[in-house]
Every structure is written in C-alpha cells, then in structure tokens.
C-alpha cells in the first residue's frame, strides 16, 4: 500500500466511522440511502429540487442546450430525462416540444415533476427506478437521454452506459453532465498558502468521505447525506467509447469568476472545474462491417483501401 492510499484509510478510519458502514454497504443500500437524501432534498426544497421558472421557458433551447448540441429542434422526439427528477428538466423538454420520459430514484422528486406535468398540461411519463436499471424500455425507445449530474451515485458505471446505449435508437445522443475527479478529490477550501490540496486516492472503488468542514461550498458540490463514488476519467469517457458512443464535443461548463472570493464556489472553480458535460452519439452497428473494410489512416507507400 502506497503513501496516499495509508493516508486515505487513516482519514476515513479515524476521522469518519458515518464511512466505515457506507464502505459495507451493497448496493441496493447505496441506492436506498441516496433515494432518501434525495427525498428529503426535494421536501426542502433544495436549489437542485425547484422546478423550472417561466423564463426558462420562454426559449427552452436555449436553456438547457446553449452549445446547440440538440441541433435545434426536438419536436416530437422521445426524450429521456435519466435521474433528472424536480420538475426542472421534465418542464424545459416538453416545452422544447420533446415526448418527455423522466427515470428518478426518489419518488418526492418525481413528485414534483408531476406536479409540474398537471399544472402546464405537459403529457410526461414518471418512473421510479434506479439509473442502471432501465429494463422497462424497449430497445431503441429513445431518440435522446439527457442526464444531469449523477452518475457519482453509483458505484459503478458500465450498466449504466449500457443500458442507456440499448434504448437509444441508432445514431441516437446521450448528454451527459458528471463531477470531475479531481472535485471530488479536492478540499473544499483553500489552505493557508491559499491552494486547495487532494484529500482522497484516485484509485479507489470506496465511497468519497463528506465533507469534513460545512459550509456554503461544499454544500452546493455535495448532497448532504448522499453516498458518492470517484469515478476515473477512462471509467467516464473510456466508459461510454466502450458502451458503442461516439464522444463529439465535451465541455466544462464555466463557474469561475476572477473576482470571486478564494473561499467561494467561484473561486474553487478557477482551480477545479466542478463539472463536464459530453456530447456521445451512439454508434450506428448496421454499418459496422463497412466501418471494419474502409481504413480511417492512410499510411504513405500504401495504396488507397490497403491496412
């Protein structure tokens, strides 16, 4: 065992027994647990739980789809909002014209996208499952699934990338927005040298600890009583390539502000982008076996359609 990986167990042996049980859980307790701090997030009414304000949804688009990624037009189109329960993305589809499915693990949460759904008149259809578990839809269901930042509720990711390349059609997009490692393995306030320091291993299939210290930052980039995973990059972009997408654009949407104060969320955000959002379409298999015959690098002193 490593320096950093005898100082990770120390940290979570002796400063925070909460983990040590988080670490034996399986998980249908992790999800059980993350239901209901999610639950009581929506009873409180949490920024993540607020449905959608009227100028949101004056040009819906343009809300939730600022890069163009949707191509402009998703009128008539099957939609799957995946753990993206609160009334905020239901509403903002459905009045971009979208055939709205939301998948939520917290049933408070679906309630208020179906509260929502009755008082705007929008036909959305509400199911309470887990993100990986999508066996109620049909292969190909959907022409997208949009997903808000959740996958670091799982302890893992390939089911989840898997099934959400089955009920895509082919060529169908999937977005996706996650928390960066590096977030998660960092403070959440800078030390005195002004500098924020990484607290946990990268390697590690373990829960990330809470937050040591409250306070405004760290609630907006952790769920209070929430259990998170550290997910790899090669586990979220590897990941999805290995699920049968295509990554076509990937960004870190932009939080920082130079004037921010060092212990704000903003001013964290100059050091450690909090989040990025992939664009993935899913490959089309039917023109696999033409894929395979055409060469995608020509090599000089070869002939064209040579390997």
Not at 217 to 228: D, N, Q, T, W
Request: proline share 7%; hydrophobic share 35%; glycine share 8%.
């Amino acid at each position: 065992m490593d320096r950093d990986e005898m100082m990770d167990r120390d940290e979570m042996m002796g400063r925070d027994e909460m983990m040590d049980r988080d670490e034996m859980m399986d998980r249908d307790e992790i999800l059980r647990t993350n239901g209901r701090a999610y639950d009581r997030m929506a009873r409180d009414r949490a920024p993540l739980c607020r449905p959608a304000a009227d100028d949101d949804l004056r040009d819906p688009l343009a809300t939730v789809d600022p890069a163009g990624w949707l191509d402009g037009d998703i009128r008539g189109r099957h939609l799957l909002c995946l753990a993206a329960g609160g009334g905020r993305q239901s509403s903002v589809y459905a009045a971009a014209g979208a055939v709205v499915t939301v998948v939520d693990l917290s049933p408070a949460m679906l309630e208020l996208d179906r509260q929502v759904a009755a008082e705007r008149g929008d036909p959305v259809r509400l199911v309470n499952t887990s993100m990986d578990e999508l066996s109620m839809f049909r292969d190909g269901e959907f022409d997208v699934v949009v997903q808000p930042v959740s996958s670091c509720y799982l302890p893992e990711l390939r089911t989840l990338f898997a099934e959400v390349a089955r009920v895509l059609r082919p060529s169908g997009l999937y977005i996706s927005q996650h928390k960066t490692p590096t977030s998660l393995q960092a403070s959440y306030t800078p030390n005195r040298d002004g500098r924020y320091e990484l607290q946990h291993a990268y390697y590690r299939d373990r829960p990330v600890p809470p937050p040591s210290v409250g306070g405004a930052v760290s609630a907006r980039l952790r769920e209070p009583g929430a259990v998170e995973f550290l997910h790899r990059w090669e586990q979220i972009v590897g990941g999805i390539c290995r699920a049968g997408f295509v990554v076509e654009d990937l960004v870190e949407p932009v939080h920082a502000k130079p004037d921010a104060a060092a212990d704000s969320f903003a001013g964290r955000a100059r050091f450690i982008a909090p989040y990025v959002r992939i664009k993935a379409r899913r490959r089309d298999t039917r023109d696999a076996g033409t894929a395979r015959r055409t060469p995608s690098l020509w090599v000089p002193g070869t002939r064209r359609g040579e390997t």
